[in-house]
């Protein structure tokens, strides 16, 4: 079976503000290692949707993933639910630890 990828509307912000960000650094080098670390990471998720460790080794039902974006302060939270990945947040690691959990059920 071959999953989808959705993004809620606050993930994608968070993510278009981070390559923003990193484009800015230089001359948009360091957004676009940004970029290549996310599609990446969407690979090896979409390959293997269980491989990410459960985010703060919680058990709950959807099981929330988080992946670490290599050298970037940031992580990729995500469920699996119908068929879909689909991304909580990319959250920066200085933020708030569950800023995020509202919209698991949106």
């Known amino acids: ?5 959705r993004d809620h509307p606050g993930a994608r912000a968070e993510f278009l503000d981070a390559y923003d960000h990193y484009a800015d650094v230089d001359d948009g080098t360091l957004g676009d290692q940004f970029i ?5 990471a969407a690979e090896l998720i979409l390959g ?6 459960p ?3 919680q058990q709950r039902t ?3 993933r988080n992946w670490h ?4 302060p940031y992580r990729l939270i995500y469920v699996v639910r119908a068929g879909e990945i689909f991304v909580l947040a990319y959250a920066h690691e200085s933020r708030e630890a569950g800023y995020w959990t509202d ?4």
């Open 62 to 64: 959807p099981e929330i």
């Open 55 to 57: 985010y703060r080794a």
């Open 36 to 40: 290549d670390g996310v599609e990446s």
């Open 69 to 72: 974006l290599g050298k970037f």
């Open 48 to 53: 293997w949707p269980d491989g990410a460790p």
């Open 1 to 5: 079976m071959t999953l989808g990828w």
């Open 103 to 106: 919209r698991l059920n949106r």
